[in-house]
């Protein structure tokens, strides 16, 4: 479960928060998720800027998830 939760969080997670409260990683695994999770949504957040289309309806979702990323790492370390 580990290797799919760093492959894709998103899919293991509903939410950065239940991440947090998961008692299956470690954590240092749970840090490791997060720091995946939140290269993707800054990737995903790049393309949506490049794309020179009207705001996305998923890049606020995104946005808001990235700083939900942020505070469950800041609250892990």
């Known amino acids: 479960m580990l290797q799919r ?4 969080p998103n ?3 509903a939410s950065p928060e239940a991440l947090e409260r998961s008692s299956a990683f470690t954590a240092a695994q749970k840090r490791a ?5 939140r290269d993707q949504l800054r990737q995903l957040l ?4 490049e794309s020179m289309l009207p705001s996305a ?4 979702a995104n ?3 990235l700083s939900r990323v ?4 800041r609250r892990l370390y």
């Open 5 to 8: 939760a760093l492959k894709n």
């Open 11 to 13: 899919d293991v997670f």
């Open 33 to 37: 998720i997060l720091m995946q999770w």
């Open 46 to 49: 790049i393309a949506d800027e």
């Open 57 to 60: 309806p998923t890049y606020g």
């Open 63 to 65: 946005a808001e998830c």
């Open 70 to 73: 942020a505070d469950s790492m």
